[in-house]
């Protein structure tokens, strides 16, 4: 990338600071997952104050586009359904962090426009170190079974989770703890690996592109590989897939992407009755969380069916949950049933989540904004729009096999995958279109 002329500054911000900026919240977010809140916040922030330092206005920072508008409608929604929500306060409290992440990443993805070149190379740098470090953390946590986790609560017992499902204490010492503490971790090191090639394949040195693509690519793949979270793990396969598809067929992947998207929810009730009434919740083949997993859905889509139009209200799942269990008996789990039949805590997918809180509104106007969003990724640079496509894939892959909707780490990890997605398409804005990852990049350094 090309060094900035002395005239093009920066207002008085130090570039250096700007870039530790992305170098803390994908190392602490590695870290710390429940600090992707405090990390968007910072990101976005960052970014906004350095595009009015450059000039920018409030004007520029929320072009009307579809993609946008179908994402605010989205959060207005939410923002009405909490009203009917188990826990009204609750639900605002999650409608209003949805309406403010949206807001945060399409006003950073237009503050991008607004930076120098040296600012984004240096942030690239910045991320691309720490996405490195971060899983190597992770990798060394998996090859001493959690030392550093272990180490921490040893020394600070009130970090200690009031649950000791998933960790062993003897005689006041923790001694274990199960590798499934570290699916945050995993989940967040899988939303860096895509922006962080793209960034990779911006900044690297054209003998050195291909090597270190390679090495990140493949660190990161073995730490997920070793993981215990298999949402990741089919993330990782089929968001390479959609790579290799969009750099080939770039517009009939995305548009497929868009239809699948939709089909997430056109499908996901009839796929649940239909993979209970098989007994997949029986099978002797099938992993536990599998099975219970099937069992939730069946359940909870069955639940659905009694508030089809508009749901039982944001963030309810748990909530109502928790009452069903106090009323509850043993027989509402049946022999060789790994799991009563409850709704659980939560679905275990964005898709069905989203039918049974919002109802059928709610999916539509979701279905709508995302399968926007993933066209709108047209209007990247031609080099970046395979990562794009990757990126979605991921956070698609993930969302509907694991995490609640509305966990409050999951949805900003989301929006600052996008927002350090925006960062690494920037250099290839004026760019002429690359073929391969060897290609220089353009020297203007502007994303959109």
Same mark, same amino acid.
């Given at each position: 990338m090309a060094t900035v002329a002395s005239?093009?500054?920066?207002?008085?911000?130090?570039?250096?600071?700007?870039?530790?900026?992305?170098?803390?919240?994908?190392?602490?977010?590695?870290?710390?997952?429940?600090?992707?809140?405090?990390?968007?916040?910072? !990101?976005?922030?960052?970014?906004?104050?350095?595009?009015?330092?450059?000039?920018g206005s409030w004007r520029e920072f929320f072009v009307p586009s579809a993609a946008f508008i179908a994402c605010l409608v989205f959060s207005i929604y939410v923002l009405l359904n909490a009203s009917w929500a188990w826990n009204q306060s609750a639900g605002i409290a999650k409608a209003s962090l949805l309406l403010g992440a949206i807001l945060?990443?399409?006003?950073?993805?237009?503050?991008?426009?607004?930076?120098?070149?040296?600012?984004?190379?240096?942030?690239?740098?910045?991320?691309?170190?720490?996405?490195?470090?971060?899983?190597?953390y992770l990798l060394l946590q998996m090859l001493t079974d959690g030392?550093?986790?272990?180490?921490?609560?040893?020394?600070?017992?009130?970090?200690?989770?009031?649950?000791?499902?998933?960790?062993?204490?003897? +005689?006041g010492e923790v001694r274990r703890i199960n590798l499934?503490?570290?699916?945050?971790? !995993?989940?967040?090191?899988?939303?860096? !690996?895509?922006?962080?090639?793209?960034?990779?394949?911006? !900044?690297?040195?054209?003998?050195?592109?291909?090597?270190?693509?390679?090495?990140?690519?493949?660190?990161?793949?073995?730490?997920?590989?070793?993981?215990? +979270?298999?949402?990741?793990?089919?993330?990782?396969?089929?968001?390479?897939?959609?790579?290799?598809?969009?750099?080939?067929?770039?517009?009939?992947?995305?548009?497929?992407?868009?239809?699948?998207?939709?089909?997430?929810f056109a499908l996901i009730l009839p796929l649940s009755f239909a993979a209970y009434d098989a007994g997949l919740h029986l099978s002797q083949s099938l992993p536990l969380s599998y099975k219970a997993r099937i069992i939730i859905w069946e359940y909870t889509s069955e639940k659905t069916l009694e508030h089809p139009w508009v749901g039982v209200g944001v963030n309810s799942t748990r909530e109502r949950d928790n009452?069903?269990?106090?009323?509850?008996?043993?027989?509402?789990?049946?022999?060789?049933?790994?799991?009563?039949?409850?709704?659980?805590? +939560?679905?275990?997918?964005?898709?069905?989540?989203?039918?049974?809180?919002l109802g059928a509104v709610g999916a539509v106007l979701l279905a709508l904004a995302g399968a926007l969003v993933v066209l709108r990724s047209s209007r990247l640079p031609k080099h970046?729009?395979?990562f794009a496509a990757a990126t979605f894939a991921t956070f698609a892959i993930i969302a509907a096999f694991a995490w609640g909707a509305w966990q409050t780490w999951w949805l900003c990890a989301g929006a600052l995958a996008a927002v350090y997605l925006c960062l690494g398409a920037s250099p290839f804005r004026a760019a002429p279109d690359p073929t391969d990852l060897s290609s220089t990049p353009g020297t203007s350094g502007r994303a959109g």
């Open positions: 005239s093009d500054t920066y207002g008085e911000a130090n570039p250096r600071l700007f870039a530790a900026v992305f170098f803390l919240a994908p190392l602490i977010t590695s870290i710390i997952p429940r600090l992707s809140p405090a990390a968007i916040a910072l !990101v976005g922030a960052s970014l906004v104050l350095a595009a009015f330092r450059r000039g945060l990443v399409f006003a950073s993805a237009t503050a991008i426009n607004k930076l120098s070149e040296r600012h984004i190379h240096l942030a690239a740098i910045a991320f691309i170190a720490s996405a490195a470090l971060g899983g190597l030392a550093i986790t272990r180490f921490v609560m040893n020394t600070i017992p009130m970090v200690r989770p009031d649950n000791t499902k998933r960790i062993s204490i003897v +005689h499934n503490t570290l699916n945050q971790n !995993v989940t967040l090191l899988m939303l860096h !690996v895509w922006p962080g090639i793209l960034m990779l394949s911006a !900044v690297a040195r054209p003998q050195w592109r291909k090597p270190m693509i390679a090495l990140f690519f493949g660190t990161s793949a073995a730490v997920i590989l070793l993981s215990k +979270h298999d949402s990741s793990q089919l993330a990782l396969l089929g968001s390479a897939l959609i790579f290799l598809l969009a750099r080939k067929w770039y517009s009939q992947t995305i548009r497929g992407l868009a239809v699948l998207w939709c089909l997430g009452a069903h269990e106090r009323e509850t008996h043993p027989s509402e789990q049946p022999e060789g049933f790994v799991f009563k039949r409850t709704t659980g805590h +939560h679905a275990h997918s964005l898709f069905l989540q989203t039918w049974y809180e970046a729009q395979p």
